[in-house]
């Protein structure tokens, strides 16, 4: 079975930082991009940034680094200056892994939640 877990989430005070993990397990041939969401309660799920195979990053939360261990298919979301407004539970998206067999997916974990007390 192929599937994206992600660890790392917790409760946290403002000002402090927690580094996710996104980890691709099962039968996977490549993973191109890697991304974080987040949805925050009562609204939409929300983009955060994403890393490609060849380490390129595209953010939109300046506080927030994504980086990637290709050999271990995983990864990190780094966060700090964390503030209550970051409260949410955050995703771990790929959506072009190809799997053994020359399957295409798209793969979403099942979230990790993170609570920032003020």
């Known amino acids: 079975q192929v599937q994206l877990v992600e660890s790392g989430g917790g409760l946290v005070q403002a000002g402090g930082s927690l580094r996710l993990s996104c980890v691709a397990s099962g039968s996977i041939l490549s993973i191109n991009v890697m991304s974080w969401y987040r949805q925050a309660p009562g609204k939409e799920r929300e983009f955060i940034g994403d890393?490609?195979?060849?380490g390129t990053t595209n953010y939109t939360k300046g506080r927030f680094t994504i980086s990637r261990d290709n050999g271990k298919n995983t990864v990190y979301l780094q966060m700090n200056n964390l503030q209550p407004e970051d409260t949410a539970v955050y995703y771990c998206n790929a959506p072009q892994v190809v799997t053994t067999n020359r399957r295409t997916i798209d793969l979403w974990g099942r979230g990790t939640p993170v609570a920032v007390s003020s």
């Open positions: 890393i490609s195979s060849t």
